[in-house]
C-alpha cells in the first residue's frame, strides 16, 4: 500500500545560502518551527549528514501539549535537497532551488492516517510560511 504524498511549498526572498542555514541550524528552528505562536520549540538538535539524527521538541506554550518532531537523515545534498525518513516512518523530501535573489522550498512527505489530508497539508504550510517571515526578517 503506497502512502498518499503532501506537497507545500514557498518561495523565500533570501539566498539558498541563507535559508539553508536558517532550515539547519538548531537556533533557528527554535525561532520558526512551529504552525502558531501559541506554539514553541524549547530544544532542537540536527547532526545534519547522510544517517544523522535530528530531534525537535514542539510545545504549547501553556504547556498543555507537546510532541517530538525527529528522523534520520537519507540524504543531504547542501544548499540542494534533504530527505528523511521520521520516527513513524513516513518519508520526507525537501528542495531548495535558487530563483535568482530567492529560494524556492518544496516540501513533499507521507500522510499519516490521525488527521486529515488538509489539515496536515495546512500545518506543514503554517510551518513553511513561519519559516519565510523569520528567514525574511533576520
Request: glycine content about 8%; proline content about 2%; aromatic content about 10%.
Amino acid at each position: 500500500m503506497s502512502n498518499t504524498k503532501i506537497t507545500v511549498e514557498t518561495e523565500v526572498s533570501a539566498p539558498v545560502s541563507k535559508v539553508w542555514e536558517n532550515w539547519t541550524g538548531p537556533e533557528h528552528i527554535k525561532q520558526w518551527c512551529s504552525a502558531s505562536d501559541d506554539w514553541h520549540v524549547p530544544s532542537a538538535t540536527n547532526d545534519l549528514k547522510t544517517g544523522g539524527e535530528f530531534h525537535t521538541r514542539m510545545e504549547a506554550k501553556d504547556g498543555s501539549f507537546g510532541f517530538d518532531f525527529g528522523g534520520i537523515y537519507d540524504e543531504v545534498k547542501s544548499n540542494e535537497r534533504i530527505a528523511y525518513t521520521m520516527g513513524d516512518g513516513r518519508q520526507v523530501e525537501v528542495t531548495f532551488e535558487k530563483l535568482g535573489d530567492q529560494t524556492k522550498i518544496v516540501e513533499v512527505f507521507d500522510a499519516e492516517q490521525q488527521n486529515s489530508i488538509d489539515m496536515q497539508r495546512g500545518g506543514w504550510q503554517s510551518i513553511l510560511d513561519n519559516f519565510k517571515r523569520y528567514t525574511e526578517a533576520n
